[in-house]
């Protein structure tokens, strides 16, 4: 029967270390329970059964082991099995269930090889460790955070609604962009459309009329027009977006740069408050179901960096991270910071000094996904406007420039 090492404290809080045997890691943790200590890390497994886990578990053997999964799949998986632990399943025989549920694919392969692991004697969080592009730290650790405490079902049920939200967020922020991007892309289309096919057989019919001096304005548009259809200018239009996207992606390979570009968005006009917004909503969140999972709060705070999403704020939770290592609370470090506006920092203060910080991390993102939802609702109204004014404004230049010159002939021959 496999070995496992334990980590517990007993009723007096004394830490105790010692050997069980089980036959896999939930059985191992249940009994350290039954002896009436409290596990503080979940058994693992010593010895030969190791051998034969760390074996079974390379990731190179398993084919479709390194394929990145959908956060639509991750919640569904979370909350089933959430239901199967709360039904009162092994968790062996619920990933079982749950893999005969998956459609063929590389999830469902992913959940076989994570019952294989914890046949063999790994816990659940160890054999979920074991494929980070589909379940990342914060999954991992919650989920450890379960297994100690007890209370898996209840921390699945959590993950999903953290899921959920998070994905309801972000789907939100893209869809609200899809509207000006289509729109902006059609009139880029119309524009060069009447400048390479239009304006150039415009500009033939004037020198053919012997039309003399030009207006100003209308030598500045052909000079485009033929900059853009003989000249190749089209293909600088084109090949703008896509050359900066790149960019982009390469400056964003360096954390300077990564640093740089995310302070840029957050002082970005109007875009600027819902990056905000929308980034403080995601590290409370995170941090706020961490340490409610029972997570410490030292550990919390380096998911949460790691997972933010923005590099200004993985910068300031790591440094709140080492003052709280030297002693100082949450909310000074970041008072200091000032990446955080004066509310935030308040009700983190109130949280700590009242022990209910996983609940106002919480609030606060709540009342910031609200935020960020009128301000999106805000800024299509905006743009509606703008959009159609500036579409306006350079057809309207287009027209006028067409026209001054044939205004011009016709009062010649009149």
Do not use: C
């Not at 919650?142 to 405490?149: I, L, P, S, T």
């Not at 390479?196 to 030598?219: A, E, H, Q, Y």
């Not at 080492?322 to 203060?349: E, H, Y």
């Amino acid at each position: 029967m496999p070995v496992f090492q334990y980590e517990a404290m007993d009723s007096s809080g004394k830490e105790v270390k010692g050997q069980i045997e089980a036959l896999s890691g939930e059985e191992a943790l249940s009994k350290v329970r039954n002896m009436g200590y409290f596990p503080t890390k979940p058994p693992k497994a010593k010895g030969g059964s190791r051998e034969k886990k760390t074996t079974a578990a390379k990731p190179k053997a398993r084919r479709g082991a390194g394929s990145k999964v959908k956060i639509k799949q991750l919640t569904q998986f979370a909350r089933q099995l959430s239901t199967l632990q709360d039904a009162g399943l092994p968790i062996l025989r619920s990933l079982r269930i749950l893999e005969e549920q998956q459609k063929a694919g590389a999830f469902r392969r992913i959940i076989g090889y994570v019952a294989d692991d914890i046949e063999s004697g790994s816990t659940l969080s160890e054999a979920l460790g074991r494929f980070p592009r589909a379940f990342n730290k914060l999954f991992v650790n919650m989920v450890a955070a379960g297994e100690v405490g007890g209370v898996l079902d209840v921390i699945l049920a959590r993950l999903a609604d953290f899921m959920e939200k998070a994905q309801k967020l972000k789907a939100k922020i893209k869809g609200a962009m899809v509207y000006p991007v289509v729109v902006m892309t059609a009139a880029l289309g119309i524009v060069l459309g009447l400048m390479i096919g239009v304006i150039p057989k415009f500009t033939t019919v004037l020198k053919d009329m012997g039309s003399g001096d030009l207006p100003t304005l209308t030598r500045g548009l052909m000079a485009i027009s033929s900059w853009l259809a003989f000249q190749y200018g089209w293909a600088v239009v084109i090949s703008v977006p896509i050359v900066l996207i790149f960019a982009m992606r390469i400056i964003r390979q360096f954390a300077i740069g990564r640093y740089a570009l995310d302070t840029l968005n957050l002082h970005m006009p109007i875009i600027g408050q819902i990056v905000y917004k929308t980034t403080v909503a995601r590290w409370t969140r995170t941090l706020g179901t961490l340490i409610s999972a029972g997570v410490p709060i030292l550990e919390a705070i380096n998911i949460t960096a790691d997972t933010s999403g923005n590099e200004v704020y993985l910068v300031m939770l790591r440094k709140v991270h080492n003052a709280i290592r030297q002693g100082d609370t949450f909310a000074n470090p970041l008072r200091q910071s000032k990446t955080v506006d004066g509310l935030v920092v308040n009700m983190i203060d109130v949280g700590e000094e009242t022990g209910d910080m996983d609940k106002m991390l919480l609030k606060i993102a709540n009342n910031f996904d609200e935020e960020v939802d009128v301000l999106v609702g805000s800024l299509m109204s905006l743009l509606e406007p703008i959009m159609i004014i500036g579409l306006g404004s350079i057809v309207g230049v287009i027209v006028v420039s067409i026209f001054l010159p044939m205004v011009k002939i016709i009062t010649t021959l009149m």
